[in-house]
T-cell receptor, first 116, second 111 residues
């Protein structure tokens, strides 16, 4: 158990819909990262938050948005869903923001999103 | 941003030592090298991290030559449960932190 909790574990929804994925980081971790993993794309970094502020952005679509709340949990919002958005979405957390150093990140078990 | 190159797949037998090499020619001075392991439908799990020379923990060893343009993850006496994808990562040293995962190496351990 990494200490990172993601809900829900599974989600099935229709195209055009909007969903929210939730992540609770490990106790004390200020950084939260979101990743998308689909069969043909591997692990893709989406976005990072540190203590409530956006810190780094990766290949995140404009239809997707995220935020980190004062209690440090984070939500990833996916809207106007397309079939190609079907994937595993992972959240990870770490202690430090990572500037000028690499640091171990702890991953949750993921949310499997299926868009039909 | 340092890019990594690893073999796509490797096969091994139980009890053997497995070495997975990663190339990272553009590694920056402040970058660390980190390896993660991922089982199907699970989140990646940290294995080991290093900056230079050799690092060893209870799971693996990491060898990094002086020029730091490559690194080798060594798994001693693998078992069937070591069948997984192994990712080599090089830290983003500019402002912000992005863990960039490459395609990884799919290790298959046979009995």
């Amino acid at each position: 158990d990494s200490g990172v909790t993601q809900t829900p574990k599974h989600l099935i929804t229709a195209t055009g819909q909007r969903v929210t994925l939730r992540c609770s980081p490990r106790s004390g971790d200020l950084s939260v990262y979101w990743y998308q993993q689909s069969l043909d794309q591997g692990l893709q970094f989406l976005i990072q938050y540190y203590n409530g502020e956006e810190r780094a952005k990766g290949n995140i679509l404009e239809r997707f948005s995220a935020q980190q709340f004062p209690d440090l949990h984070s939500e990833l919002n996916l809207s106007s869903l397309e079939l190609g958005d079907s994937a595993l979405y992972f959240c990870a957390s770490s202690t430090r923001p990572g500037q000028n150093m690499n640091t171990e990140a702890f991953f949750g078990q993921g949310t499997r999103l299926t868009v039909v | 941003l340092a890019k990594t190159t690893q073999p796509i797949s490797m096969d091994s037998y139980e009890g053997q030592e497995v070495n997975i090499t990663c190339s990272h020619n553009n590694i920056a001075t402040n970058d660390y090298i980190t390896w993660y392991q991922q089982f199907p439908s699970q989140g990646p799990r940290f294995i080991i991290q290093g900056y230079k020379t050799k690092v060893t923990n209870e799971v693996a060893s990491l060898f990094i030559p002086a020029d730091r343009k490559s690194s080798t993850l060594s798994l001693p006496r693998v078992s069937l449960s070591d069948t997984a994808v192994y990712y080599c990562l090089v830290g983003e040293s500019t402002g912000g932190f992005k863990t960039i995962f490459g395609a990884g190496t799919r290790l298959f351990v046979k009995a």
